[in-house]
């Protein structure tokens, strides 16, 4: 079974940047459409963006469209996330989750997601 986990995460000032890294063992992420999702406490789980597995498509929510972006490092077999200009309200766990390898394009429904990392966490506080 597919193994993820998430790192990168940290402190930082509003404004700052911050890189999260989503790896896996064994398996080529390549092989996986990957979301990103993020949660704040007393929040329900909330959709990111996503890269497709075959064509590298990605998308993205409205709340970090221009802000936060996602692709892959295919040499190292990670998902980067890449986010800018970040607020207090970015706070948040952040996951990598995977769709299973039977399935090629993103989607935006926790219930596709069938392989989940542990988070990392990134605060955004001054």
């Known amino acids: 079974q597919l193994q993820l986990v998430e790192s990168g995460g940290g402190l930082v000032q509003p404004g700052g940047s911050l890189r999260l890294s989503c790896a896996a063992s064994?398996?080529?992420?390549?092989?996986?459409?990957i979301g990103w999702w993020r949660q704040a406490p007393g929040n329900e789980r909330e959709y990111i963006g996503c890269?497709?597995?075959?064509?590298?498509?990605?998308y993205y929510a409205n709340a970090v469209k221009g802000r936060f972006t996602i692709f892959r490092d295919n040499a190292k077999n990670t998902v980067l996330l890449q986010m800018n200009s970040l607020q207090p309200e970015d706070t948040a766990v952040y996951y990598c989750?995977?769709?299973?390898?039977?399935?090629?394009?993103?989607?935006?429904?926790?219930?596709?997601?069938?392989?989940w990392g542990q988070g990392t966490q990134v605060t955004i506080s001054s």
């Open positions: 989750a995977s769709r299973t390898e039977h399935f090629s394009f993103c989607a935006s429904s926790q219930d596709y997601y069938h392989y």
């Open positions: 064994r398996f080529s992420l390549g092989g996986y459409a």
């Open positions: 890269v497709d597995r075959n064509t590298n498509k990605t």
